[in-house]
Structures are given as C-alpha cells and as structure tokens.
C-alpha cells in the first residue's frame, strides 16, 4: 500500500494538471418537520427519495446523543429509531450456455468472445464463427424481465474470404449502434484478426437485415474497440500503431478519417470517448491517459493541454467525470485509482485507492457504482464519486456469478430511474417497499451468459414501538443529490447537508389512519345493503298481502260459522 501511494504520488510533479487540495462546497437544505406513529409492538420504516445519493448519515435522540448505525438488518430491532447505512443488492436472473442444436455443454465447439447488449437482443460471439442471438421479453408494467432465450443462431463462415478450417475468431469483438435508425434497425461490427464484419439487425422485426465484410485490418494485435454512439466513431486501439478512427455513414459504412499516435507512444491499452462531453481517452500502459478534444464540425481531434500520469494502467472506464483505472505495480500488485476531472479547469484529482485480495480482470463504471470483475467467480461493487474527505460509510458489496470476462449494460425500454418496491429478495425486509436504483447487466464467460441486475438502496430509519411514548430525533444526512444540485454538473467535492427533526410515538390504537377510509367504506356499502334489501321485502310484502274484496270476507266467516257447529268443544267433559 505504501509503495502504491508513493507511485501514485510521485506523478504530482510530472503535470500541472492534477491538483492536490480541492475546495469543498456545502448547500444546505431543510426538510419539514413529521410527526411518526406505530402501533405497540410494530415498526415503520421511510427513506427520503429526493436525496437517494446519500453517502452518510447521523441521528441524534432527543438528548442530543448520537445513534449509531444499525449493523443488520436480522429483525432484532429495539426501542425508537435507528439509521441503516446504504446498502447493494444483486440477483441473478437468467444463466444460461448458448448452443447448437446438437451440442450439449460438454461438447462446444467454440468460446464466447464478446458480448452486446441491445434494447431487447443479446449478441453473443463464438470463437467457431457462430453468432447467437438472444431475446429479452420485458414486463414493462412492473419494470422487469419476464424471460431470456436463444432466439436465433447465424453462421458467419461464409462472410470471410480469407480463412479455413481452423480457423478461429480468438481476438475479436462484438459491437453496436445503440441508437434505432427508421425501422428500429441497429448497426452492428465484428472486428477480428480476419477483418471487419458489418450486419443490420431490425428489433422490431426481429430478423438479419444485411450482413458482409467490410475490410481486413492491419496486420497487428487488436488491443481494444470502442464505438461512440453520440459521435457514430469506432476506435480501434493497437499496441503501437496508434488508434484508428472510422466514421460510420447511414448505410453503416465505415471511413476511416484519421490515426492518432500519442506522443511517447509505447504500449496503448484502451480508447474510450465520453459521450457528454466528446473528449477522447487513450490509456498509455506506461505513460497514463491521453485526452483529446473532438470537434464535431471538422471531425478532427487536438490534444488537450491535460495528461493524467500514471504507470502500469491495464483498462479503464468512467461515468460521466468519474475516472476508474486498474492499473498494477511493478512487482504486480493489482489496485484501481478512483480520479476526478475538471473538463472546464482542465485539472484531475486523485482521490481512493481500492486494493483486492482476489486478481480482478476489468472494471465498469456505472451510475453511483463501480464492478470489480474478479476471479474464482466473486465481483466487487462499490459505490463512487464521493470526495474522500467527506467521511462516507463505505459499503462493500460481494457476489458470485459465472467467470465474467465481459460485462455490458442492458437498456431497457422505460427511462426511470428510481423505483419503489421490493429491493431486497429475501430477509426480513423482503416484502418491504424500498426507493432504489436499479441496473440490468449481461455478462459472459467462456461458455456461459449471465444477465443479472444490481440495486443501490439508499439509507433509511426505522422505528419500532415497544412502549407508549413520544421520541424526538434529529436527522443529518450528507448527499451528492439533493434538488438544489439537479442541473447543476457534477462536482464530487459540492454536496447538500440536509437537516430533518421529526418525532416517533407509539401508540395502541385499533385502527390506523390510513385504514379508517376504508372502514368507513365498507360500513357504508352494508347500511346500503340493509337498507336495500328492507325496501324490496315492503315491496313484496306490499304485493302478496293484498286487501280482500267484501264477498271474499263474507264466504270466510259464513266457512268458519259452519265448522263451529259441527265441532262445538265447548260442553265436552275432561276426563281426569
């Protein structure tokens, strides 16, 4: 650790750029006061949504004394309210081996290469030159995945010329146009050491559009591809030859525009282009990361006046100015430095470095979260973007899955972004409705598919009453998201410091508030059926028992008349 921290800060001299003491900004906000209620005996939990980037959290009773977070959530809750840090969740939902009709997962002819997901396909790429096709079915109603299958298989032998029987797609990748062009098709390149491929795939019609070869590639190892979608640029980087850039037309063409060769060229790892902002990185294996900037109207890049040093990178990724880089140490020790940047300074900030006890093959940097794809079927999720002085309650998260070598995120076809429901699959809390983000992955190994997702919980209090009486709190939470930072660009050194006071009662009552409609209601519905049914039997009662005509009567009593005297009880003895 110590050797790392020298390495990394032994590059504060080489640029100007990286700065070391950022100046921090605090908004502060106010949520009104509340007033909570439960029943003896039952608890109530709430969360505050608006704020779900929160990284830190502090209740205080009514004595002024701190309430440390809670450690479990195992159901053995006390008197009064206590904090629950956030927390990640993972489920796997569908695992399956892509195959042939005749292939059992013992006999596969070839490896999984590359994997991309679309809106509702999964490409998958075989070494033996076989392209799966995945479908998803959605239930966009409770926003989830109903199911995942096979859906189509497409030889791709035929497509390239110069190949032969042994032949094998071992350096290749697969990857897409994200956007739908008219007809909901999307473009599609396979690059390899045999050329490049491109196909038309219609998603709405659910059928192979066009498929050919393209053009051959240099004569040299392929070390990474990247398509900007925004920009419609591919990138392939190549150890020495620099990165080539291609334009994509409407008809899916490629032009090759331009080469770029960073200075002090040695072993180049990685091209990526951020989409927001159209900056270029290049990862220098022994120099550190190159930026460009890209002009839209020309088309062209120029060298940006930052450079972020660093030796040893192996890959990277970012979200939106969120850097991760996995790089290793001369004596390879694996770590990943977490970097801020400051497009409009034109500055970078060092700010965590993660260390594993585990080797870890790539990094993806998603929205509030970081995966660590690691070996012996365990990953790492971490949470990011937090300035590391601000004192945050870290979470780590671990799950097993397949042997992932690539992971890509799923896009499902609705755009919100926090749900309610329930995040978490088993446990106590299980059929409790939780805030929560949530992101769909897909990932593969060598011969399996793995689409699983990943929830970020925020913190939340719960509350249990054991006694009859009123508590009093004081709630401090510390967030990167908060409504007064909304449109604002992200800044990881600029949080909201928001204050809520609020009070918990346990009472006995029979009934709840909320419940109390719903009595009424239903009180209501049976006075109505009573009523109803006591007028229909008036009614009816009304109709069968009619008045009787006079000479009706007059034939009853002269009836009665003549029984009394044929039968006259009245001078009949009793015997005794």
């Given amino acids: 650790m110590i050797y790392i921290i020298f390495l990394v800060c032994s ?42 980037g929160t990284y830190s959290m502090s209740l205080k009773s009514g004595g002024n004394n701190e309430i440390p977070l809670a450690q479990s959530i195992d159901g053995n809750f006390s008197q009064g309210c206590h904090p629950y840090s956030r927390k990640i969740a993972q489920q796997q939902l569908f695992n399956t081996t892509p195959r042939l009709p005749f292939e059992t997962p013992e006999t596969l002819q070839g490896i999984i290469t590359s994997v991309y997901a679309a809106n509702y396909f999964v490409f998958i790429l075989r070494s033996d030159f076989k392209l799966f096709i995945m479908k998803i079915d959605y239930d966009k109603q409770n926003y989830d995945i109903i199911d995942f299958t096979q859906y189509q298989i497409v030889e791709l032998k035929k497509e390239f010329d110069n190949i032969n029987g042994k032949s094998q797609l071992l350096n290749s990748e697969l990857l897409c146009s994200q956007y739908l062009k008219q007809g909901g098709q999307i473009f599609c390149f396979i690059i390899s050491e045999h050329g490049v491929l491109q196909f038309s795939y219609n998603q709405i019609d659910e059928n192979m559009v066009s498929i050919s070869k393209l053009f051959n590639l240099k004569n040299e190892t392929i070390n990474h591809i990247f398509f900007s979608d925004e920009n419609e640029l591919l990138f392939i980087t190549y150890p020495t030859a620099g990165v080539d850039v291609y334009k994509m037309n409407p008809n899916g063409d490629l032009e090759l525009i331009t080469n770029i060769l960073p200075n002090g060229l040695t072993n180049l790892k990685q091209a990526k282009m951020d989409e927001t902002s159209n900056y270029l990185f290049i990862l220098n294996e022994r120099l550190g990361v190159h930026i460009y900037n890209f002009n839209k ?6 060298e940006n006046n930052m450079y972020i040093y660093i030796k040893g990178g192996d890959t990277f990724d970012f979200h939106r100015n969120t850097m991760f880089i996995l790089a290793q140490t001369e004596d390879s020790l694996q770590y990943a430095l977490e970097i801020f940047i400051d497009f409009k300074l034109e500055q970078y900030y060092f700010n965590q470095i993660h260390q594993f006890g585990q080797d870890v093959y790539d990094v993806y940097v998603g929205n509030l979260f970081v995966l660590f794809v690691g070996s012996d079927r365990l990953h790492q999720v971490i949470y990011h973007s937090v300035y590391k002085d601000f004192d945050a309650q870290h979470e780590q998260f671990y799950f097993s899955d397949i042997d992932l070598i690539q992971v890509d995120e799923l896009n499902p076809p609705w755009k919100q972004q926090l749900f309610n429901g329930k995040a978490f699959e088993d446990g106590i809390l299980s059929k409790v409705n939780l805030t929560y983000t949530e992101t769909f992955l897909v990932g593969i190994s060598e011969n399996e598919v793995s689409l699983f997702r990943i929830r970020l919980i925020p913190p939340w209090v719960l509350c249990t009453a054991f006694e009859p009486k009123i508590e009093y709190y004081s709630l401090t939470l510390n967030s990167t998201v908060c409504p007064s930072l909304k449109d604002q660009v992200q800044n990881q050194f600029k949080y909201c410091q928001v204050q809520a006071n609020f009070s918990f009662e346990g009472v006995s009552v029979l009934m709840y508030e909320e419940h109390q409609s719903y ?45 009394q005297k044929q039968l006259d009880t009245e001078n009949i003895k009793t015997m005794i």
């Fill in 11 to 52: 590059a504060s001299g080489a640029k100007s750029s990286r700065f070391l003491n950022p100046k921090t900004d605090v908004i502060k906000e106010t949520i009104q006061d509340y007033n909570y209620m439960a029943n003896l005996n039952q608890s109530i939990l709430f969360q505050y949504a608006n704020y779900y």
């Fill in 297 to 302: 109207q020309t088309q062209s890049f120029s």
């Fill in 519 to 563: 009595f009424i209601l239903v009180v209501i519905i049976l006075v109505s059926m009573i009523l109803i049914l006591f007028i229909t039997l008036l009614i009816c009662r009304k109709r069968l028992y009619q008045k009787l005509s006079d000479q009706d009567e007059k034939q009853i009593e002269e009836y009665s008349n003549r029984e």
